[in-house]
């Protein structure tokens, strides 16, 4: 594209001066190379003024220009510079002519169009950390000589640490940049090798003071980059240097909200040179991002944003493309209030570049993609901007230019027409900016108390006062409850907890909009006791108020779910974490397809290291934890009937055993590798057998896992790793270690409780069985009641073979020929048993799990059926649920059609009916008036199949 006019004359006198300095090397520059030159004179001040200063600069960049990359050049050129220098004049003169020889091809390539603007940034980044490393590696070799080598109390010598901050730390620096660092080093101590020593702050103070002025202080050479010190600790009234323990202590203290805002982005400079780079790492980690969702960063964003929006308008800054409405700024905010949100769980959120950020927003779905890649179109456009803006005159501005000539340079170098299709495009892409973060984060005019009458906030204010809390409460036509009483005792037991001054100001605008909603439902003094209880598990950690003072509809979610299950309200109490399920009404009612389970935790595990085994234990219950609560808020809204509620918790609890199952394996090989009969097959030789209501398909809400554990390792097999065992040994501590992640109680409570006393010989028996052992106990040990069991077990993990083989076993003990006068007398035996057991002496209602004509006698009359009639129809044995064990008993024709049918309505209307009784809270008892036709069809089957109830 041909340049302006109006750059010809600035081109020409340029021209005249290189001439007139380096002809011979001018002569060079022909044709192409020649417009090229022309073209970076017309758009850059900054290559002008270079190519004059710089002796050689202007043959160099002859040779180079057309160079595709030189990032991984800058350590070893600056190395190779300042191996003979000794003195600190030259070692800054070096520093300042690399610095302007590399920034002027940076800019060439920027203004020739030759890159991305990644590669861009990428370059200006990588000249910046080798600069500080270069630097700090010279000063430090001196420093040593003069003061003697920093030690720890180990004898260790002691590095220090440079934290970049800020675009340095993202890799996204831009082309005039003021540097953020932050100092730091591993252990106090002492010099030692000097006649005198110093200790360890003393000589990296002054080792930072140097560095500082090595980078900073103008020089006839110019200077390298401006050094900004105020993000460390204390501010510019803190110490220059801190050591780890020191800063840890700082964050952990008296770390504020804009300092995790700018943590988010620092990264060690030359972190590969450090073995203390990991410490540090982990150390800042549980500052930066908060184990559990953290939506204080919401009200910590927004007041940075006011202070920007108040000095924007102050210094009128509208033609800013970064701090301006909808510039660089606001898309820094968008991308990092997801980090500090979201970044404790979501791995992938944790990175320091805002392109991988938005990335990890896209693949997440946590924001739309069409918005993903508007934000991402316009920070590479505003970024190519302002770096092109800055290469002028090597300035610091984000200010679109006002000069006619600065206009043209921006508009050639961008390829733009003119001067107002340039602001156009701008301020299209800013405008689409603010749109998104107006949306995420609101204006000042979107802010403020939520509309609640001031008869609530009084309500609130009055609690300590039951009198006067219930003269306001009459005037709101709250009938006479003990409301008043409860948020007295509320308060009180807020007294006793340690809430700061934000969580206080949060609870005061919470309470008075979550009462208004609480009083206009029915009964609100049975609901309140649970809301309270939540409030009180979640008082100390003001993120979690934060979340519902920022989102109204997630409080009218906790009110909905609270109110028609204490289940569900103690779930949300003990796992508060959960509360941020409740701001995507989308997926809270509408739970994952029952075949997706295994592969929405596969995926929801693949974004934690397999090595990291704290994490992915953690993780499997925080997904289980997320699955019950959709599952539960789907039963309370009647989308899943009672049938399908237990089919979702069934297929949760398989994938949950597959993947425990994977992390005890990887465990394992790792230490002993594997079993060597698995070498040349498909699998691993092992199996989880389901039993009782998970064998059945019949899993509630709180469950236990009844299950065995098989395999088919020969005898005299060893494991092929590092530690050799016995293949036996080795599905031994294979079962043992799933029983430890199952039991282990984390932070979101045990995975589920695990009873596996059904396996042969029961708790004196072997933890895990060959399943030819287990046949052989099953053929010629079992009793009676441990074949009932069977009738409800089936395979819920395990390799296909086994499978197979287990179901063969399965079929071949539950077709056994028996005696039906001594089976029915032993079931019904046990039967009498169990009621004896749990015997109440209440007439008055009914026990549906227990009582004569129960859900249990329905149970016993299905084993007794397949028990007594599997030889004769073996297709009774196909399924282990009563539901479908009773249509085979109709089909079949070992019991009629009617009374087949009949038993299975019965059963599945207590079950439903027990169900809802569990999910409110409550025993599983009913007046004795209900479901008397379904007690008398169960009672006359018990008499007929099995003698007198």
Not at 560 to 584: F, H, I, N, Q, T
Not at 599 to 623: K, T
Not at 802 to 819: C, G, H, K, M, W
Request: hydrophobic share 40%; charged share 25%; aromatic share 8%.
């Amino acid at each position: 594209m041909a340049l302006p006019d109006m750059l010809a004359s600035t081109i020409n006198h340029h021209i005249s001066q290189l001439e007139a300095h380096c002809a011979e090397a001018l002569a060079r520059w022909q044709d192409s190379a020649r417009e090229q030159l022309e073209r970076a004179l017309g758009c850059s001040e900054f290559i002008a003024a270079a190519l004059l200063q710089q002796a050689g600069l202007l043959d160099w960049l002859y040779q180079h220009r057309d160079d595709p990359c030189r990032a991984s050049q800058y350590s070893s050129l600056l190395a190779q510079a300042l191996e003979s220098v000794d003195d600190e004049a030259a070692f800054h003169r070096v520093l300042r002519q690399v610095r302007q020889q590399e920034l002027v091809w940076i800019a060439w390539q920027d203004i020739q169009g030759n890159w991305s603007v990644e590669q861009s940034l990428q370059h200006l980044s990588a000249l910046a950390e080798a600069q500080i490393l270069a630097a700090y590696q010279w000063l430090y070799a001196h420093c040593i000589q003069s003061w003697g080598t920093p030690m720890n109390a180990e004898g260790e010598a002691q590095p220090m640490l440079i934290l970049g901050m800020g675009k340095l730390g993202g890799g996204e620096l831009n082309f005039s940049s003021d540097i953020d660092l932050i100092f730091t080093y591993p252990d106090n101590g002492e010099t030692q090798g000097a006649r005198r020593s110093i200790a360890n702050a003393q000589f990296f103070t002054r080792l930072g003071q140097r560095l500082i002025k090595a980078l900073d202080q103008p020089t006839v050479d110019g200077f390298c980059y401006r050094v900004d010190m105020r993000l460390r600790p204390f501010g510019d009234s803190g110490p220059l240097v801190m050591s780890f323990a020191a800063l840890e202590d700082y964050y952990q203290e008296q770390g504020r909200d804009w300092e995790r805002y700018a943590m988010i982005k620092a990264r060690v400079m030359g972190k590969e040179q450090y073995d203390c780079y990991q410490s540090l790492r982990q150390m800042l980690r549980p500052f930066v991002f908060r184990r559990y969702i953290d939506f204080s960063a919401i009200q910590a964003l927004r007041r940075m944003k006011q202070l920007i929006q108040r000095e924007v308008r102050r210094r009128g800054l509208t033609d800013n493309i970064k701090l301006g409405a909808g510039g660089i700024r606001e898309i820094e905010f968008i991308a990092q209030s997801f980090q500090l949100i979201r970044g404790g769980r979501e791995p992938t959120l944790r990175q320091r570049g805002l392109l991988e950020t938005l990335a990890a927003l896209d693949e997440l779905a946590l924001l739309p993609a069409n918005d993903v890649a508007q934000l991402k179109a316009a920070y590479l456009y505003l970024r190519r901007v302002e770096n092109l803006l800055q290469a002028i005159d090597d300035k610091q501005t984000q200010t679109l230019p006002e000069t006619e000539l600065d206009r043209a340079r921006l508009c050639a170098a961008l390829n733009e027409s003119d001067w107002s299709s340039l602001v156009a495009k701008i301020h299209q892409h800013m405008h689409a900016v603010h749109q998104v973060f107006s949306g995420l984060i609101g204006d000042d005019e979107q802010e403020g108390d939520a509309d609640v009458d001031s008869e609530y906030h009084d309500l609130w204010a009055m609690a300590r006062d039951p009198d006067n809390a219930n003269l306001i409460l009459a005037d709101l036509g709250v009938p006479e409850t003990n409301i008043a009483d409860q948020l007295l005792s509320f308060k009180q037991e807020l007294a006793k907890r340690t809430l700061g001054p934000r969580g206080r100001d949060v609870l005061n605008r919470l309470m008075p909009v979550l009462l208004s909603k609480l009083l206009a439902q029915p009964h609100p003094e049975r609901v309140l006791p649970h809301i309270t209880h939540l409030l009180v598990n979640i008082a100390t950690r003001t993120t979690y108020l934060e979340l519902l003072d920022e989102h109204p509809s997630a409080i009218d979610q906790v009110l909905r779910l609270c109110a028609a299950s204490p289940l569900v309200a103690e779930k949300l109490a003990r796992y508060p974490m959960l509360l941020d399920e409740l701001l995507d009404l989308t997926h809270l009612y509408q739970p994952l397809a029952p075949d997706a389970y295994r592969s929405e935790l596969g995926d929801y595990l693949a974004r934690i290291p397999v090595e990291d085994m704290e994490q992915q234990m953690e993780a499997v219950r925080q997904f289980k934890q997320t699955q019950l609560l959709k599952i539960a808020a789907a039963d309370i809204a009647g989308v899943l009937p009672v049938m399908r509620v237990s089919d979702h918790l069934t297929y949760l609890a398989e994938a949950i055993v597959e993947a425990v199952v994977n992390q005890a394996w990887y465990q394992m090989t790792e230490k002993y590798g594997q079993p060597t009969h698995l070498t040349d097959r498909e699998g691993r030789g092992f199996a989880v057998v389901g039993y009782g209501k998970v064998g059945g398909w019949e899993l509630g809400y709180n469950s236990d896992l009844d299950v065995v554990f098989l395999h088919d390792c020969p005898s005299h097999i060893e494991t092929d790793g590092r530690k050799v065992i016995d293949g036996r040994q080795f599905y031994l501590r294979l079962a043992q270690r799933i029983v430890h992640l199952f039991s282990t109680r984390t932070a979101s409570g045990v995975l589920y409780e695990i009873d596996t006393r059904l396996r042969p010989s029961g708790t004196s028996g072997m933890l895990v069985s060959t399943l030819e052992a287990y046949a052989d106990y099953q053929q010629n040990e079992a009793w009676t009641w441990e074949h009932q069991a069977l009738v409800r077990a089936r395979m819920i993990y395990g390799d296909p073979s086994l499978s197979r083989a287990f179901s063969e076993v399965r079929q071949r003990i539950l077709t056994i020929p028996r005696d039906p006068e001594t089976l029915r007398e032993q079931v019904s035996s046990m039967r009498e048993k169990m009621r004896q057991h749990a015997h109440r002496h209440d007439p008055a209602v009914f026990a549906m799990k227990q009582d004569k004509g129960g859900i249990t006698d329905i149970e016993f009359l299905a084993q007794y059926l397949v028990l007594s009639h599997s030889q004769q129809y073996p297709a009774l044995t196909r399924y282990s649920d009563n539901a479908r064990i009773f249509e085979q008993a109709g089909e079949t024709g070992v019991m009629p059609t009617s009374q087949a049918l009949a038993l299975k309505e019965a059963y599945t209307g207590m079950r439903n009916a027990l169900h809802r009784s569990h999910l409110a809270g409550e025993s599983g008892v009913v007046p004795q008036s209900e479901f008397v036709t379904q007690r008398e069809v169960v009672e006359q089957a018990w008499h007929q199949w099995l003698g007198q109830p």
